[in-house]
């Protein structure tokens, strides 16, 4: 370990990680480089765009202003650990596919993060809470009703299945 690298210990997406990072290495670069993780994306890489936006304990986070020693000792949870396993995909991802909440892509692991943190603590919402929710996730390709239908569709699935 050198003067400007700390040893540092996360979990990310269930699975433990000792690594030692350069003090200003960010979450994302962290996550997408050491850890090969590249669900990830970084658009405007200031915070704004949301696409970088990860889950730590559960909360959301902008990862490209996060720095990687900052999240020694937390739980990570990236786009690639949304499905419960490799066969099945979160009812989220799901209606994202029945709603065509999707197009590029580039924006999708932030919106599905965002949302995933705003249906935990919000799980019937209305249309206007959920834009007000993603109002913080550029999205240039669908215009955004794709993705609201998606969310709305999917809070009513998981408050069926419980």
Request: aromatic share 4%.
């Amino acid at each position: 370990m050198t003067m400007d690298s700390r040893d540092i210990v996360v979990t990310v997406n269930g699975i433990r990680h000792e690594a030692t990072v350069k003090t200003r290495v960010t979450l994302a670069d962290f996550l997408r480089h050491q850890l090969e993780l590249t669900g990830t994306h970084l658009g405007c890489e200031h915070g704004v765009c949301g696409a970088c936006t990860v889950l730590v304990d559960g909360r959301t986070a902008r990862s490209c202003l996060m720095l990687a020693v900052q999240a020694h000792g937390h739980e990570i949870r990236t786009v690639e650990g949304i499905a419960p396993n490799a066969k099945e995909l979160h009812p989220l991802q799901t209606a994202f596919q029945k709603h065509h909440g999707l197009q590029c892509g580039f924006c999708t692991p932030g919106m599905l993060t965002t949302l995933i943190e705003f249906l935990h603590d919000n799980p019937d919402p209305t249309e206007a809470e959920v834009r007000i929710a993603i109002s913080g996730n550029l999205c240039r390709c669908t215009g955004y009703q794709g993705i609201v239908d998606a969310a709305l569709d999917a809070a009513k699935t998981m408050r069926n299945s419980t």
